[in-house]
Structures are given as C-alpha cells and as structure tokens.
T-cell receptor
Framework: GQNIDQPTEMTATEGAIVQINCTYQ??????LFWYQQHAGEAPTFLSY??LDGLEEKGRFSSFLSRSKGYSYLLLKELQMKDSASYLC??????????WGAGTKLIIKP | DGGITQSPKYLFRKEGQNVTLSCEQN?????MYWYRQDPGQGLRLIYY???????QKGDIAEGYSVSREKKESFPLTVTSAQKNPTAFYLC?????????????FGAGSRLTVL
C-alpha cells in the first residue's frame, strides 16, 4: 500500500531551527509537496520538489531524496506565527496526491 | 482577489438529513476537489472533477455526491448514507492534474452530526 509518515508533533523555540521529516512509499513518484495549515484554516502551499536536492525559499527550505523516499522541511528563525501543522503529500504515478497525517509544530517563546 | 469560497463554515445536521456544502472558485481553474480531514489522518479525496459535467470518485466517495454544472462551482452533498459524516471538509482547485499540481484550498466547512 501507499504510505506517508511524518512525526505527529514537534516543539521548538522561537528563533531556532526545526526540521520536519517525511518518508514515503508510493506507487511511482511525480513530486512531493509541503503545505502549511493553521488550526481551523485552509492549507497553503509551501514548496514542491521533484528532483533531488534542496529548494530554498526565504526562511523555509525543502529537501528531497528520491532514492531514500525521504524529504524534510527546514524552518529557520522560527516565529510564533509558524505554529501550525505541516502536511507532506506525494503525487503518485497516477497523479493522485497521497497525504501524510501532518506534523503539528508548537513554537515556544 | 481570486480564491475559493466555501459555505457554510459551520453546519449542524440531524441524522438522516442530506446537506450540501457549497464551493465556488474564481481562479479559472479547470480541476476541483473535495477532501475530508479527520484528526490524526491525512486528507482523503472524496471526489474530483477535471472538466464541467464530468467527475470521478476518490478514495472515500460512498455516501457523497457532487455535480459540476459550471466551471466555477463544485457542490458536495453529504447524504444520509454516509455513516460518519462529522468532519472538516475542504474544497480545492488547480489548473489540472499535471506534476506540479499546486492546490488552492477554501477555508473549509465543519460538519457536525447531532
């Protein structure tokens, strides 16, 4: 079966760096997405990786290793507004998105 | 501003009643989707549509129905046949089913069955 694994919850300190991991087993691969979702709100797009390597976008970076079935989202200079759930999703060979359960990130002052 | 509007934001239903959730987009996107989100689980696809007057079942379509009579609109009906309908429902749209298929989501509708 197809599976996406992420930690359920993580805690970090304001101003620090945090890495949220995502491992996947899917039927084929057509890209990996990260979305941010604040409680009770809509998910919003953060990043898309289809080739191996690191994609940097301001304070957020996303890394992909297709051979390892692994990605991470790196958040730098954490701010209180970064407290949210982070959703990892993989597009399989049929262009269907498979979603992880999300990682709830708690930022402490 | 372009976006997706879902209504109502909160909805309460008695058992045995059908309810319809509205989803309207002004992004000129071809594809639209309905997802269900439950605590501790990933988003699960209910239905999706790539073009007007055509739609496909997702992973959990039983107990739900949709229509796509206009490009902008993709309403979801939760029927009495859905055994556990209490959930957060998200509508989304995108340009199509290509690889870099970035979804734009609505704010969601929270349905509670009393």
């Amino acid at each position: 079966g197809q599976n996406i694994d992420q930690p359920t919850e993580m805690t970090a300190t304001e101003g620090a760096i945090v890495q949220i991991n995502c491992t996947y087993q899917t039927s084929g691969f057509n890209g990996l997405f990260w979305y941010q979702q604040h409680a009770g709100e809509a998910p919003t797009f953060l990043s898309y990786n289809v080739l191996d390597g690191l994609e940097e976008k301001g304070r957020f970076s996303s890394f992909l290793s297709r051979s390892k079935g692994y990605s991470y989202l790196l958040l730098k200079e954490l701010q209180m507004k970064d407290s949210a759930s982070y959703l990892c999703a993989v597009m399989d060979s049929n262009y269907q998105l498979i979603w992880g359960a999300g990682t709830k990130l708690i930022i402490k002052p | 501003d372009g976006g997706i509007t879902q209504s109502p934001k909160y909805l309460f239903r008695k058992e045995g009643q059908n309810v319809t959730l509205s989803c309207e987009q002004n992004l000129n996107h071809d594809a639209m989707y309905w997802y269900r989100q439950d605590p501790g689980q990933g988003l699960r696809l209910i239905y999706y549509s790539q073009i007007v007057n055509d739609f496909q079942k997702g992973d959990i379509a039983e107990g739900y129905s949709v229509s796509r009579e206009k490009k902008e609109s993709f309403p979801l009906t939760v029927t009495s046949a859905q055994k556990n309908p209490t959930a957060f429902y998200l509508c989304a749209s995108s340009w199509g089913l290509s690889g870099a298929n970035v979804l734009t989501f609505g704010a969601g509708s929270r349905l509670t069955v009393l």
